[in-house]
């Protein structure tokens, strides 16, 4: 065991002792918690900074407004309703059309408006908030995944999460949607995880659940080896999202949209550490690189990306 430990050590692999010890309470000032854990500040954070988010068709703050979901939703046919402060995905509806007078969800399952209205209930009752509070829902317009991302992304959208420190991009993956995992993109339903090389922006190793995988179960297509589109752009975006909300340990999701490109879906204040195991590489080496350095937050955008796409790590 004592061995195990070193190995994982000498390879910089961060556990979350770790993490929270020394770079998330060393590095994230409480007081900007909530411009994080909340969806709806969040996204009012980086659209005053002029950085993309899905357009916003509306906000459900109290049980008396779910009643009236009908009227908002009537003329909608696709849409994704989130929880506020939810984590982990739990609590998103996703509709992708109609039929009849019902919404069709990506698994091919039907909701009816009082599916919807008692989904709604339970996020505003907290049954996905962070520390169970009541809750406020989120209508967001559906994002459309640009189909270039089609080959290894067949169903769902995918998204990739990119861990900044201190304002420097050091670790990236893509989050794959699968049947398994009901067409979202989360690693703990069975999604697939695949680490992004930070300079080049193509697909490494993967992982999905606990396997290593090289293709995409429902497919059969190859998920490593694959160029990311626009990645440069990305890179720099996650870099962008520091200067709105300056945490120093902090984790950026964003998806390509097929009208609108590179849009940022959150920001994570406790970026989880299965992206280490999707790269087969650890952060603590690149954290320590930024630590390192003299004043990285002070560095613009363009030159703290650089570290990223010039092949440092």
């Not at 500040?41 to 009908?70: N, S």
């Not at 991009?169 to 069975?190: D, E, I, Y």
């Amino acid at each position: 065991m004592i061995s195990i430990v070193r190995k994982l050590r000498a390879a910089g692999v961060l556990g979350i002792n770790a993490r929270n010890a020394r770079f998330v309470l060393e590095h994230n000032p409480r007081h900007l918690y909530p411009l994080v854990d909340d969806k709806i500040l969040c996204k009012a954070r980086l659209k005053a900074h002029g950085i993309a988010v899905p357009d916003q068709l509306g906000i459900v703050r109290g049980q008396y407004q779910a009643g009236a979901l009908a009227r908002r939703l009537r003329t909608l046919d696709e849409f994704a309703i989130k929880p506020a402060t939810g984590t982990g995905g739990d609590g998103v509806l996703v509709t992708l059309g109609r039929r009849g007078k019902e919404w069709i969800t990506p698994g091919g399952s039907l909701l009816s408006m009082a599916d919807i209205q008692y989904h709604v209930s339970g996020i505003l009752a907290g049954m996905y908030s962070l520390g169970g509070q009541l809750d406020a829902a989120l209508i967001e317009e559906l994002v459309r995944t640009d189909p270039a991302l089609y080959p290894i992304a067949p169903e769902g959208v995918p998204d990739i999460r990119v861990i900044v420190f201190r304002g420097v991009p050091v670790m990236a993956m893509m989050r794959l949607p699968t049947r398994r995992s009901g067409g979202k993109a989360n690693l703990h339903q069975g999604a697939i995880g695949a680490g992004v090389d930070m300079a080049t922006g193509r697909t490494l190793s993967a992982v999905m659940q606990h396997d290593i995988v090289d293709q995409h179960p429902d497919t059969g297509a190859s998920v490593t080896g694959f160029s990311v589109p626009g990645w440069p752009e990305l890179i720099r975006l996650s870099a962008r999202c520091f200067d709105a909300v300056p945490l120093g340990y902090l984790g950026v999701d964003m998806v390509l949209d097929e009208r609108q490109g590179p849009l940022v879906l959150e920001l994570n204040a406790r970026p989880g550490l299965a992206i280490q195991i999707a790269n087969r590489a650890g952060l603590a080496h690149r954290l320590a690189f930024v630590d390192q350095l003299d004043n990285p937050e002070g560095l613009s955008v363009e030159a703290r990306a650089a570290f990223a796409l010039d092949g440092t790590y």
